[in-house]
């Protein structure tokens, strides 16, 4: 029902900033809550942020507050993630996710029904 591509993944030093973007295919994007979730090979997929369907609400983990800003399109089908200071602790595979608004922006990927492949970010020290 819903395909996500992110970019704007890539290597940059720590205090640069990257802005990734997720476009989705889908008459049903604009009803669906967002988030972005990272994860390092053989670790657990971390929540970052997330955003309703609307744009009016968001979440953040803390370890990113004040840093990285999500945002959404509706008319574009496209939801960004702004990340700014970024850390060497940063890098990872980040991916967008979209879940049919029944938890509430929550944090666990089992809340999610639609997944991207992902996109690197690596960041030098």
């Known amino acids: 029902q819903v395909q996500l591509v992110e970019s704007g993944g890539g290597l940059v030093q720590a205090g640069g900033s990257l802005r990734l973007s997720c476009a989705a295919s889908?008459?049903?994007?604009?009803?669906?809550?967002m988030a972005w979730f990272r994860q390092d090979p053989g670790k657990e997929r971390d929540f970052v942020a997330a955003i309703s369907w609307s744009g009016t609400d968001t979440n953040y983990v803390d370890f990113v507050k004040g840093r990285f800003t999500i945002s959404r399109d509706n008319a574009k089908n496209t939801i960004y993630l702004q990340m700014n200071n970024l850390k060497p602790e940063d890098s990872a595979v980040y991916y967008c996710a979209g879940e049919r608004r029944r938890y509430g922006l929550g944090e666990s990927p089992d809340a999610y029904d639609f997944w991207g492949q992902g996109t690197q970010v690596t960041v030098s020290s």
């Open positions: 889908g008459r049903i994007f604009s009803s669906l809550d």
